[in-house]
């Protein structure tokens, strides 16, 4: 899947210079001269997946208010905040509020790729953590409601003797029960079925 750098600064040589830069390394490239411009195509349509290079300071909304509001509105792409010297404590800010990092001006090339190709990186971890909690929603979806009830009390850390108690049921038909459900998750030990249980959703608030 194509990723795309959002570039948001007001400067219009950075800005350029910088997309050419992205573009130049093979990356597909959106800039935007304000945060007002950004949010403005953002209403237009979802903004493409990838993420953003926020200039700290802008006139208008600055990166910390953008990030404030793209919160609010649950975009959730990775920032890469850049700041000019006396903006470092405005960027500590953004980094508190969730941005991936952040480059002082005047950068050197080979340190902004890096920014960025971490940011990229990290999206990629998000979408295969989700690919794997969806596979576990589904390994749990398929198991019995007596055996869901086992699992989430071995989540717990429960032992066979207490949840044959809790349960009305004797020990012996939990370890069949704790039987099917490992060969129903693919799994050979109590801690990897903990871990599928755990991403598939179990002993999590509805």
């Known amino acids: 899947m194509d990723r ?10 950075v800005r350029r210079s910088l997309a050419m830069l992205l573009r130049s390394t093979g990356h ?26 926020l200039d700290v300071r802008m006139p208008g909304m600055d990166g910390l208010s953008l990030m404030e509001v793209l919160s609010r509105r649950e975009i959730h792409l ?11 404590p405005l960027a500590v800010r953004a980094m508190r509020a969730g941005a991936l990092d952040f480059v002082e001006k005047p ?65 012996r038909t939990v370890e069949v029960h704790r039987a099917n459900l490992m060969e129903k998750l693919g799994v050979r030990s109590l801690p990897e079925a903990v871990r599928i249980g755990l991403a598939g959703g179990i002993g999590q608030p509805a």
């Open 4 to 13: 795309v750098v959002h570039v948001v600064d007001d400067d219009t040589a």
């Open 28 to 53: 597909q490239v959106e800039t935007y001269a304000s945060a007002e411009a950004i949010l403005l195509a953002a209403e237009d349509a979802p903004l493409a997946q990838g993420c953003i290079v």
């Open 78 to 88: 990775p920032v890469v905040i850049v700041t000019g010297h006396g903006d470092i």
């Open 107 to 171: 950068y050197a090339e080979e340190r902004i790729l890096g920014a960025v190709g971490s940011a990229l990186s990290s999206l990629r971890e998000v979408d295969r953590r989700k690919q794997l909690g969806l596979q576990a929603q589904a390994k749990v979806g398929a198991l019995s409601p007596r055996e869901r009830e086992v699992l989430a009390a071995l989540v717990e850390g429960k032992a066979n003797k207490v949840i044959g108690f809790e349960l009305g049921i004797s020990p």
